[in-house]
């Protein structure tokens, strides 16, 4: 019965429009649906865990860090799975999971529960359901793929906008053991129809092309599937100044987005009036990433990701030098362009560079450092506010790392071996 309502659902659709564009807000939807994973959400209950179980916020930042590391190096893994299976198979397992570690979280009771439920909670979360959702879009999409990912990538900056004001709000009323459970609840709610109904994990699984339009080679045959296989990519200089700019970016960004109410309160805003920074930093960051979607498809990448680190060094700066609601304002905005052009290179790099065959199993190594930086982000900081109780300058000197790495993307090219004449190499793979 499922299976029919699936295929009849499918043929209403694809009479009318190319089926990716239904794909695309199911993905959007999922990566919304990440938000009880992400460090812009677990980063308010850090408050309310110290004052119940009597941690300091180190010990939970080393908590959050261990965790995030464990649950990275279980990425490669995964992305082998997606390449045999396909995401969409993946995605309604993993819902299921995320609800059920959000309602566990609910008990946690000391510290090694808390690690326990953090690491969970980024697995799945942050790590497995992205990495399906940007695999997935990416096997729907080849010509558009930029502007595709930043739209399926508007999920985030919209979690981003509604969880943590809605969150603190329920942490308040009802108490942060409550919040998780409705969290998980919801998530099962929200997720789990449309990722059921909807959801194949590429076009030619139903018949269809990339983008809806047939791709044919120089010899009129229809194009194959093509890419690098993982060995290949870790052979080429490309991967490692890849993963290198990503390092960076998610340890940076998750940084800020964990310390973001405590940083902003040390500069005078309130409890309220900091979180609500993160709605201005949602919109901001749901305006710009269809843009810089955009954008990645027609300019040079290396002079998109080059620019986005330099974004990532304004925020860092920026922060520092809040006095009022206006400089937090400003700094929301910047903080929103900064995880507009984060989200999107987090997508867009691997199939653009290594290209679609064994993307599941690239994606997953380079997702699993990328999260290994998100592991270390938070602790710099909450290390520098229990010894020195500021965080200024250690942000200001976080700042030198994505300058660095500005200059080193500038070198990126693709690799030699997507170029050789035996590779088809799609339309992003072709762009100078």
Known sequence: MLT???????????????????????????????????????????????QELGLSRTAIAAAYGAAT???????PKLGSVIDRVGPARLL???????????????????????????????????????????????????????FALGIMSLGFPISMA????LCQWLIETIGWRETWIWLGISTWIILLP????????KPEQVGL???????????????????????????????????????????LVTALHVENKGILMKHGLSAQDATSMFTITGITA??????????????????????GLLVMAASLVSVTLVGSMTGAVIYAVIFGLNNAATMNYVAFLWPRYFGRKHL??????????????????????????????????????LALLPILLAVVALFLRAPSALSRPTATATHSDRKP
């Open 209 to 251: 092309a990339p983008d809806g339009v047939p791709q044919a080679n120089d010899s009129g045959e229809s194009a194959v599937m093509t890419g690098l296989t993982r060995g290949e990519a870790l052979r080429s200089s490309t991967f490692y100044i890849i993963t290198a700019s990503l390092f960076a970016l998610s340890m």
């Open 360 to 397: 599941g199993s690239i994606q997953g190594t380079g997702q699993m450092i990328v999260i290994v930086g998100a592991s270390l982000g938070p602790l710099p900081l909450a290390m520098a506010l229990d010894t020195s109780g500021t965080y200024d300058w250690t942000l200001r000197s």
């Open 162 to 165: 509604v969880h943590p004001p």
């Open 4 to 50: 029919g309502l699936r295929q009849s659902l499918f043929r209403t659709v694809n009479q009318r429009v190319f089926y990716g564009w239904v794909i695309l807000p199911v993905a959007a939807l999922t990566m919304f649906g990440t938000g009880p994973g992400q460090s812009h959400l677990i980063g308010l209950f850090f408050d309310p865990l110290s």
């Open 92 to 146: 309604w397992i993993l819902t299921l999971a995320l609800g059920l570690a959000c309602v566990l979280f609910s008990f946690a009771s000391s510290w090694l529960a808390i690690a326990i439920g953090f690491g969970c909670l980024r697995f799945l979360g942050q790590g497995s359901l992205m990495l399906s959702c940007n695999n997935l879009v990416s096997q729907w999409f080849n010509r558009k793929r930029g």
């Open 286 to 307: 749901a305006i710009t990433m269809p843009i810089i979607g955009r954008m990645l498809d027609r300019f040079r990448t290396e002079w998109m990701l080059a620019g």
């Open 69 to 75: 590391l464990v649950a990275a190096f279980l990425l």
């Open 194 to 201: 449309p990722i059921i109904l909807l959801a194949y994990n």
